[in-house]
């Protein structure tokens, strides 16, 4: 099946970025029918990666509430495709404990807001870095609480 893709000026027949699925990602959820509570997910991306050029992909955090246990839930959305964005915070000496992810690594599409469960940030800055822009940044603010 043919794929719809844009006309790139400069870029000889043949090579990878004129093909037009090499700005195709194709995703999928399974959900509970009762409850729509997601059960898994899948994306597929344009391969090698290394041809890939992806836009920033407009990624925002915030951090929704904040548990007794100082769990902190993080709602991350997206306005465009971002691969393997990857939570994490700077580890020293003087923190005892790394924390507790309940996912990392994520795959997010628009649409499909994913929560992540942190635990144990102990007053640390979240970090965020995806395929594209690989020097973390400070994304959230540092929490005010232990956990």
Request: hydrophobic content about 40%; proline content about 9%.
């Given at each position: 099946?043919?794929?719809?893709?844009p006309?790139?000026d400069?870029?000889?027949?043949?090579e990878?970025?004129?093909?037009?699925?090499?700005?195709?990602?194709?995703?999928?959820?399974?959900?509970?029918?009762?409850?729509?509570?997601?059960l898994?997910?899948?994306?597929?991306?344009?391969?090698p990666?290394r041809f890939?050029?992806?836009?920033?992909?407009?990624?925002?955090?915030?951090?929704?509430?904040?548990g007794?246990?100082g769990?902190?839930v993080?709602?991350?959305?997206v306005?465009?495709p971002?691969k393997?964005?990857?939570?994490?915070?700077?580890?020293?000496s003087?923190t005892?404990a790394?924390?507790?992810?309940s996912?990392?690594?994520?795959?997010?599409v628009?649409?499909?807001?994913?929560?992540?469960?942190v635990r144990?940030?102990?007053?640390?800055?979240?970090?965020?870095?995806?395929?594209g822009?690989?020097?973390?940044?400070?994304?959230?603010?540092k929490?005010d609480?232990?956990?």
């Open positions: 099946m043919s794929c719809p893709g006309v790139r400069g870029v000889a027949p043949g990878p970025l004129n093909v037009g699925s090499a700005t195709v990602v194709a995703s999928a959820r399974l959900l509970e029918p009762d409850t729509g509570r997601v898994a997910r899948f994306s597929d991306w344009p391969e990666y890939l050029q992806p836009p920033d992909p407009g990624l925002k955090v915030s951090v929704g509430k904040v007794e246990d769990a902190v993080l709602s991350l959305s306005e465009l971002a393997c964005v990857v939570l994490l915070v700077n580890v020293d003087t005892e790394n924390p507790k992810w996912d990392n690594a994520l795959d997010i628009p649409g499909d807001v994913q929560e992540v469960v144990g940030l102990c007053g640390r800055k979240v970090k965020v870095a995806y395929f822009k690989e020097n973390a940044v400070n994304i959230v603010p929490a609480h232990d956990g």
